[in-house]
């Protein structure tokens, strides 16, 4: 099964910039993984941010925006707020399987 | 309102059966596929398995291949996983996910496998 990696930790100043990537073991992230991005709050389920790369939902706020960036896929947040501290998750899709990276934690500090 | 709600999760001993199941509404269900995650205590979220719109297709992390079964249906709205054989391992918060581009979470139900 292939291992799907991310930064286990950030730290952003407010109304700062970051970028959060995801990698994979078996080569360069490519827009067929159709990769997602999540958020989950501490005792809270995750909520779907991206999808298919770049793609956003009604409520992802426009300051988060998703790129395949270096062989990976990234997110980023620019000018964060302190409400963005919160796990990040990325998805990748494998012929049929899907497949979690480990999470990045992000704090707003 | 888009809705899922998980149900059936209980403490249950190693070596038993659990049905959880996700009722969804709001949305066409029979429409998307639809997904199990977990998520172990202080850990990340694993992907369990998924199945198409008509259930006819499903896929599996090896973890659990053989030993649950993802299944739907339809006329009822409703999502379902079997689990088989359950092990400390397997103790987890189980999420489904699914609806238009994973737009929809259930809060998810606790499964704690402990004797």
């Known amino acids: 099964q292939a291992v799907v990696t991310q930064e286990p930790s950030m730290t952003v100043s407010p109304g700062g910039t970051v970028t959060l990537t995801c990698g994979s073991s078996?080569?360069?992230?490519?827009?067929?993984?159709?990769p997602y991005w999540f958020q989950q709050k501490p005792g809270q389920a995750p909520r779907t941010l991206i999808y298919?790369?770049?793609k956003k939902h009604t409520w992802t706020p426009a300051r988060i925006s998703g790129s395949l960036l270096g062989g990976k896929a990234a997110l980023t947040l620019s000018g964060a707020q302190p409400e963005d501290e919160a796990d990040y998750y990325c998805?990748?899709?494998?012929?049929?399987?899907?497949?979690f990276g480990g999470g990045t934690k992000l704090t707003v500090l | 309102e888009v809705q899922l709600v998980e149900s059936g999760g209980d403490l249950v001993q190693p070596g038993g059966s659990l049905r959880l199941s996700c009722a969804a509404s709001?949305?066409?269900?029979?429409?998307?596929?639809m997904m199990w995650v977990r998520q172990a205590p202080g850990r990340g979220l694993e992907w369990l398995a998924n199945?198409?719109?008509?259930?006819?297709?499903?896929n599996y992390v090896d973890s659990v291949k053989g030993r649950f079964t993802i299944s739907r249906d339809n006329a009822k709205n409703s999502l379902y996983l079997q689990m088989n054989s359950l092990g400390a391992e397997d103790t987890a918060v189980y999420y489904c996910?699914?609806?238009?581009?994973?737009?929809?979470w259930g809060q998810g139900t606790l499964v704690p496998v402990s004797s």
């Open positions: 996910a699914g609806g238009h581009k994973v737009d929809s």
């Open positions: 709001g949305f066409s269900f029979s429409l998307y596929w």
């Open positions: 199945i198409n719109e008509d259930g006819t297709k499903t």
């Open positions: 078996t080569g360069g992230v490519t827009s067929g993984q159709y």
């Open positions: 298919e790369t770049s």
């Open positions: 998805l990748l899709y494998y012929s049929g399987l899907w497949v």
